[in-house]
């Protein structure tokens, strides 16, 4: 059985387009929830890390910028990877989270290409404040987001995805 949401949620957009956070930020802010907003990330990761107070719900886009020179991600605690991955990075931290995943790509031409992990709530931009409001409600009263093992490549590794 599903529970309600707390009234005064912290969500977590990211997205490196600004006009996405904006549009997802306004309405949310309306309707009582604290939101905190992110461009990439390792900003994302950061902010999830060092953030006093728990964050709810994380509401990111599947293509995130790609990384400029970095540390190795395994030696790098805020490496900047793809949304898919930054997931499963958050989720490693075994605290409970509930992940929405968004973007302008269509949700059947994301699941041809093994980039929509089944359980997690899909969001296609552009958006209306109904459409993301039902379903940041919806998420929230549901059970927080459990890991699931990425679907491997053929040469074993998880396939990662990046668009300029």
Excluded at 76 to 85: A, C, D, K, Q, W
Aim: include cysteine; glycine fraction near 4%.
């Amino acid at each position: 059985m599903a529970t309600e949401p707390a009234p005064h949620s912290t969500i977590l957009i990211v997205d490196d387009d600004p006009t996405t956070i904006l549009l997802a930020t306004k309405p949310l802010q309306l309707a009582g929830h604290t939101v905190l907003q992110a461009p990439g990330s390792a900003e994302a990761l950061r902010l999830y890390t060092e953030h006093p107070q728990p964050i709810h719900l994380i509401l990111t886009d599947i293509f995130l910028p790609p990384p400029d020179f970095q540390l190795s991600v395994e030696k790098n605690p805020y490496p900047r990877v793809n949304g898919l991955e930054m997931v499963d990075l958050l989720l490693e931290k075994k605290r409970d989270i509930r992940i929405i995943l968004m973007s302008s790509t269509p949700g059947p031409d994301l699941c041809s290409r093994g980039l929509i992990r089944e359980g997690l709530p899909f969001l296609n931009k552009p958006f209306t404040s109904e459409v993301l409001l039902t379903l940041i409600h919806e998420t929230l009263a549901g059970p927080p987001t459990t890991q699931s093992p990425p679907k491997p490549s053929a040469s074993g590794k998880a396939e990662v995805e990046w668009v300029d």
